[in-house]
């Protein structure tokens, strides 16, 4: 088995956008939840071990 670490981005383009867009109606919605749901902070708690259910809690 291989591994491939892509920090810089150079493989893989991961923008949150392009995994979201077709669950939101319209641009401004996915904005406010990438700003203010699914966020940096958001993503670094879930990183350090919480769970998807104490993170829905906090919705």
């Known amino acids: ?15 949150p956008k392009h995994f979201f867009k077709n ?3 319209s ?6 939840f990438l700003t203010n749901v699914c966020n ?4 670094v708690q879930q990183d350090a071990g919480r769970t998807i259910k104490e993170a829905e809690e906090e919705i």
């Open 23 to 25: 669950i939101f109606s």
């Open 40 to 43: 940096d902070e958001w993503n």
């Open 27 to 32: 641009l401004d919605e996915l904005d406010y």
């Open 1 to 15: 088995m291989k591994f491939l670490f892509d920090l810089g981005g150079v493989f893989f383009d991961w923008d």
